[in-house]
Every structure is written in structure tokens, then in C-alpha cells.
């Protein structure tokens, strides 16, 4: 996951492990704090909820509303306040919040990780954000199934906080680089504006594994129609980081295509209750729009200027999502004029396509389905068993976004019952 902060302000140095980064421990600190300093809007708003589920169950009797998040932080968010439990001690039990794809790390191709695990050992600067350091290759190259793996074998490689951070490391060397360009829209923009301007040295290269998440979207949401025996999902809350850069139009296909509420929400834990309320709200009311919860970051027509910077240096492609396969029109690839900072086509290393991915997880890991919403980490044969935070099988128990490593680190906490006391829940 990418810092905003420039290294140079940035008061630590990148760290293996997001959750023991002092900005990121004050900044939760921060966020309980004013959560709960509001509990009377707490309380408003479960009131709300409450209010909407009745109606909804005076209505359709037994149907269960599923409620997709669309963000690893509002999962962790979620988890995190114990939100689940809230609305089950408040008496609503007709609605299931469920975890969609939102973290970048968990989908992307182990192909791609195994290349970066094969250029570092062959003495290329490999430079990455620390949630991708741990990730499992599906296949060890030369004894390495991970980027952690490869630098304890000699293999050159970086933990950085940024694309920025990396250029401005590569200038000291002039070594042969590739910057692990793993990420949604959201750090798209800095990965071409870098371009544009000049910035980065001829020896740095891109591997560009940006992922597009409206077309992920789609995809969950056709998906998890398909499995007939259970419920489909009935209103999305959108990532709120990737709208500041797509803005809320991006979502308005999935709202009319699929004729479901999509609230786009902050990362707070009220955020996130009153964007489950205008969802319940919507189906109550029989409408099915996108309202934008997060008005204090994201507009309707999203930041212009990065989605100009995004289409003149990227193009939309056909993208594989590990352990899922190809989404249409999900990925972004460097354009022609702009091939000389491609790290795979500078070191001669074919990408993937249709024909040559493979399903590429783990033997009885159930991250795919957990990603696209079909399954929860408890599902899974191995979470918490075989796969755990310091001993990750799966892409999802790693990064500080992954749906398993958030219900492994936070899940069954006291702060759920802390909270539902504090609002009355209890």
C-alpha cells in the first residue's frame, strides 16, 4: 500500500509491517477517538438502520440483504468497530455486510511476483510497498517464494513508501530497477505524472499491475448472481480512496446495470453506518442510485486532472486477478510512446494472456471466493490453521487491506462489545 507522504517528511522508514507503523497506529488511535466521541450519531444512525430493516422485513419476509464493501479499509473499518456485531446487538438481522475485492495486493498474478522474485536475483533493484515483501508466489523461483525470501538470498530488493520514493533512490545508483507497480486508480496518477514530468531515470522501470475497479465490480456482481442457493448482493458501499480520483459518476453504470443502491463512503465508522443506512433507505424506497456519503473527499466528476494524466500515459487492458482469471477492460498497460519505462518489455519477459494464466493459488486457499464476496476467511480450511499473519499461504492474510489478515488481526476483539455499550446496543 502507498504513503502519501514524501520520504523525505516521512518520520519512519518504510516498514515491513503497515500495522506497526507509528503514522498508521496514531492515525487509528485518531479515528476511535472521534468515533467515539459521536456516539449519539452512532446511535442516530443504528436507530436509522433498524428503522429501513423492519420495513424491508415487513416486506420480503426472510430475504437477507447483502451489502458488499468495496475497500479493504472500510473491511478493516468494519472489523475493526466491530460494525457486524453492532447490528446484530441493535436487532438487525436481515442485513450481512460481505468483503469484496478491495485490496490490489491479493489479486494481483503470482506470475508477476515470481518476476520480481526472478529479476532480484539476478541483480536487479527490485523496489516494492511493504505488503507486497510477504506476498506468496505460487511457485518458488531458485528457493524464493517471496520477495523477503529473494533479498535473504542476495537479491536486491527495496521496500519503498512510493513510485516518487523509488525514483528518488534510483538516482543514487545506476543500477537496473524496476519499481513493482502494484495498485487501484488511486496511486495510477503517480505512476504518470512521474512519467510526464520527466522523473524517472532510464535504469528505473515500471511493471504497471494497476487494477481498475468498476470493472471488478461488474464482475464480483454478475459472479455472485450466478450462485443461485444464495443471496445476491443488493447495494455496494464504493471505495472512497478511488473515487477521489474516478469520482462517484464511475459507479453510476453498476447502480443502473444492476439496479442496486452504491453509496460512496469515508473511512470512518459512521461513514460507513450511514452509507448501510441510505442503502437500506434506497431498497426501502425502491430506488436504486449513487449518493456520495464521502463529500468531504470525492466529487461526482472525480479529480479531472489525474484522469487525463491516467489516459495519456496508460491504456485500459484485459487484466488477470489472481486465482479469478481475466476481467475485461480491468487493467492498465503502458501506451506505445511511453514503452521505454516498461520493465517487462525491457527485460524481455513476456506478459501474460488468456491462453497462458493459470489458476494460481494455493492448494485449499480460499482467497479468490473471499474476494469476490462468495466466501468469508472462517470458510477457508486454512485460515488461522495453516495460513496465519506470520506465516501467510494466501495473498489475503498478508497486506494490511487482504479481507483474512484483517478478520486474523482484528476479528473476535472486545472493542465490539466496548462500543455497543457505549451507543446502547447492549
Not at 452512532?42 to 416486506?59: D, G, V
Not at 442510485?289 to 473527499?297: G, L
Amino acid at each position: 500500500m502507498s504513503c502519501v507522504s514524501l520520504p523525505e517528511s516521512f518520520p519512519v522508514p518504510p516498514t515491513l509491517d503497515c500495522w506497526k507503523c507509528p503514522v498508521m497506529r496514531r492515525e487509528m488511535a485518531a479515528i476511535e477517538l472521534a468515533f467515539r466521541r459521536k456516539t449519539a450519531v452512532t446511535s442516530t444512525l443504528l436507530r436509522s438502520i433498524k428503522k429501513y430493516s423492519e420495513e424491508l422485513k415487513a416486506r420480503d419476509g426472510g430475504y437477507v440483504y447483502k451489502v458488499m464493501d468495496f475497500c479493504g479499509t472500510h473491511e478493516w473499518t468494519i472489523v475493526h468497530f466491530g460494525l457486524r456485531s453492532l447490528l446484530a446487538k441493535a436487532g438487525v438481522d436481515n442485513v450481512e455486510l460481505v468483503a469484496g475485492p478491495g485490496c490490489p495486493v491479493c489479486v494481483t498474478p503470482s506470475y508477476y511476483i515470481e518476476q520480481s522474485i526472478k529479476l532480484a536475483l539476478e541483480g536487479v533493484v527490485v523496489y516494492t510497498y511493504g505488503d507486497v515483501f510477504k506476498v506468496p508466489a505460487l511457485r518458488p523461483v531458485k528457493g524464493a517464494r517471496t520477495l523477503a525470501e529473494a533479498r535473504a538470498l542476495g537479491g536486491d530488493v527495496r521496500i519503498v513508501h512510493s513510485f516518487l520514493h523509488a525514483i528518488m533512490d534510483a538516482r543514487k545508483h545506476n543500477k537496473p530497477s524496476v519499481f513493482v507497480g502494484i495498485g487501484f486508480e488511486t496511486v495510477a496518477p503517480g505512476y504518470s505524472e512521474a512519467i510526464l514530468k520527466g522523473l524517472v531515470p532510464g535504469h528505473l522501470k515500471l511493471m504497471s499491475l494497476v487494477k481498475l475497479t468498476p470493472p471488478a465490480m461488474f464482475y464480483t456482481l454478475e459472479v455472485v448472481r450466478e450462485k443461485p442457493t444464495d443471496f445476491p448482493i443488493s447495494g455496494v458501499i464504493a471505495p472512497g480512496h478511488v473515487s477521489t480520483i474516478v469520482g462517484g459518476k464511475a459507479w453510476r453504470p453498476v447502480a443502473e446495470h444492476f439496479e442496486i443502491p452504491v453509496v460512496v463512503a469515508g473511512f470512518e465508522p459512521n461513514d460507513v453506518l450511514m452509507a448501510i443506512a441510505e442503502i437500506l433507505r434506497q431498497l426501502a424506497r425502491g430506488e436504486h442510485k449513487v449518493v456520495i456519503e464521502y463529500t468531504r473527499a470525492v466529487t461526482w466528476e472525480g479529480d479531472l486532472k489525474a484522469q487525463s494524466s491516467i489516459r495519456t500515459v496508460f491504456e485500459t487492458v484485459d487484466s488477470a486477478w489472481r486465482g479469478i482469471g481475466y476481467i475485461p477492460k480491468s487493467g492498465l498497460a503502458l501506451r506505445d510512446e511511453f514503452k521505454s519505462h516498461d520493465a517487462l518489455e525491457f527485460f524481455g519477459i513476456p506478459d501474460l494472456t488468456p491462453e497462458t494464466w493459470r489458476y494460481d493459488l494455493p492448494a485449499n486457499c480460499r482467497c479468490a471466493e473471499v474476494n469476490l464476496g462468495k466466501a468469508k476467511p472462517t470458510d477457508c480450511p486454512l485460515f488461522m490453521k495453516a495460513c496465519t499473519p506470520d506465516r501467510p499461504i494466501g495473498p489475503c492474510m498478508v497486506s494490511v487491506e487482504g479481507t483474512c489478515a484483517i478478520w486474523a488481526r482484528f476479528g473476535g476483539g472486545g472493542l465490539a462489545e466496548e462500543i455497543a455499550r457505549e451507543v446502547g446496543a447492549l
